[in-house]
């Protein structure tokens, strides 16, 4: 049988191994993917560093990592009809089992049985990947296959920006990670009026300017509630988009948020925080609301068209580029802060 190559979290524990195994068989409602781009998430690099939520939620190993990636259709299982091999498609990581409460309800996305790639099943930081042929996305061959593979958390970014008004609005985006400078992009190209960004890493600070943001606060450094405040007449911003899971960043986020305004959180706290309930939510009228993957397949959608659109610019975005077998080099550069999207390529030739 042949043999591939791919990133594996062997077993508990910091970091990975490339290792040689079998090119998987699809099963019958499954595609074969030759993976020709895949992208480096912030999930990877805790998986990769092994903090308390990895140790608390990777049960399967050895399984191989990742789940953002364009890749081309080798082979499809017996049931696959809408996919044809040499179709260029990119994925939903969250697999749905289709019969749940929220899956026939629109809302395959929490599905209550839900898997994901890199997760609970092997992903796709791998030279060949199975994905089930729901969960493939069909991708406009003249989308760049870079920009393809970062779809999914692109696909984050408009779900949470799009989650509620935003043209004409004043948005904060608390953390700018890659989801939090697409975040800023796509509020601006949809009609944002005076976007703030913070983040702690310059690079990532910069990265929101050049995108779109107008006014960028590194938190250690200077007061965004203050730079907020100065710039809205005192009001505070109608929009929260919070991206970082920070405590700190998090109460600054309501410390800026106008009265009646919208707070959606993406960003996940490593541990249980607390929140003055009172003051932050109830008398501030306050719209506060949790964000979950992308919206099956709605926000898939949107994100081709916005791709498709050119109004969109990725080329910012994606900032570094590897091959498989140098993943480490990836891991590293993510965790210094000094990148924003960073991709692999596991295709030796190409
Ligand atoms: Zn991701
Ligand atoms: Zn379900």
Redesign the pocket.
């Known amino acids: 049988m042949a043999t591939m190559k791919a990133v594996v979290k062997t077993a508990p524990g910091p970091g990975a191994e490339l290792v040689d195994m079998d090119i998987p068989t699809p099963g019958p409602d499954d595609v074969l993917v030759k993976v020709l781009a895949a992208s480096i998430c912030g999930t990877d690099l805790h998986i990769y560093e092994w903090n308390e939520w990895a140790q608390n939620r990777i049960k399967n190993m050895p399984q191989t990592m990742g789940h953002e990636l364009c890749g081309e259709v080798v082979e499809r299982g017996a049931n696959v009809t809408h996919i044809q091999i040499g179709d260029i498609v990119s994925a939903e990581t969250h697999i749905?089992?289709?019969?749940?409460?929220?899956?026939?309800t629109g809302n395959?996305h929490i599905?209550?049985?839900?898997r994901i790639f890199g997760v609970d099943v092997n992903g796709v930081f791998a030279e060949y990947a199975l994905v089930p042929a729901a969960n493939a996305w069909l991708i406009d061959k003249k989308i760049p296959r870079d920009y393809a593979s970062v779809m999914e958390p692109l696909g984050n970014a408009i779900h949470t920006v799009l989650a509620g008004e935003i043209n004409g609005c004043s948005v904060l985006v608390t953390g700018c990670g890659p989801i939090g400078i697409m975040s800023v992009a796509i509020a601006r190209i949809c009609g944002a009026t005076k976007i703030f960004a913070t983040e702690l890493y310059d690079y990532r600070l910069q990265l929101a300017k050049k995108v779109g943001a107008d006014f960028t606060v590194n938190p250690a450094k200077a007061d965004i509630v203050e730079k907020v405040k100065e710039h809205t007449d005192g009001l505070g911003v109608d929009v929260v988009l919070e991206m970082s899971g920070a405590p700190k960043a998090i109460q600054q986020g309501f410390d800026s948020l106008r009265p009646g305004g919208r707070f959606s959180i993406l960003g996940i706290p490593d541990k249980p925080m607390v929140v003055d309930w009172g003051k932050d939510i109830i008398f501030k009228y306050a719209t506060v609301q949790g964000i979950n993957g992308r919206l099956m397949f709605s926000t898939w959608h949107k994100t081709a068209r916005f791709l498709s659109s050119g109004r969109l610019d990725l080329e910012p975005i994606i900032t570094h580029r590897f091959r498989l077998e140098e993943f480490e080099k990836g891991m590293e550069l993510m965790r210094s802060g000094n990148c924003c999207k960073v991709l692999l390529y596991p295709q030796s030739k190409e």
Request: charged share 0%; with cysteine; proline share 0%.
């Open positions: 749905a089992c289709g019969h749940c409460y929220l899956c026939q395959a599905c209550v049985n839900g």
